[in-house]
């Protein structure tokens, strides 16, 4: 079993800039792709943006392109994702998501707890 735990929420004023961050513990053999995605209230849950391990390859929403950057480490079990210029708008719960290939050799998608990210105007 693989655990996927955000950190790094918390609250900021429009402009200002706020760092994710999700480490991947347990077993794991290979990640494919690690996400983040958000869900405001009352409204349905969106991808943010995905970096594939691969090639680092990376995906953005297109609310958030230009502003945000998601990044992983050297040893590719920790997805960032830096966020700047937010606005209220950003204003959600942040979860990490990941595909990856965990003790059982097999591929299985795994959501993290989530992280509250508050902007005040």
């Known amino acids: 079993q693989v655990q996927l735990v955000e950190s790094g929420g918390g609250l900021v004023q429009a402009g200002g800039s706020l760092r994710l961050s999700c480490a991947a513990s347990g077993t794991i053999f290979g990640i494919s ?14 991808l943010v943006a995905t970096i594939y391990t691969s090639d680092g390859s990376t995906n953005y929403a297109d609310s958030v392109k230009g502003r945000f950057t998601i990044s992983r480490d050297n ?22 998501n990941a595909y990856l290939k965990d003790f059982s050799q097999r591929w299985h998608e795994y959501w993290g707890q989530g992280t509250q990210v508050t902007v005040s105007p």
């Open 75 to 96: 040893a590719q079990n920790t997805v960032d994702l830096q966020m700047s210029g937010l606005k209220p708008e950003d204003t959600a719960v942040y979860y990490c």
């Open 33 to 46: 792709w690690m996400s983040w995605y958000r869900q405001a209230p009352g409204k349905q849950r969106e």
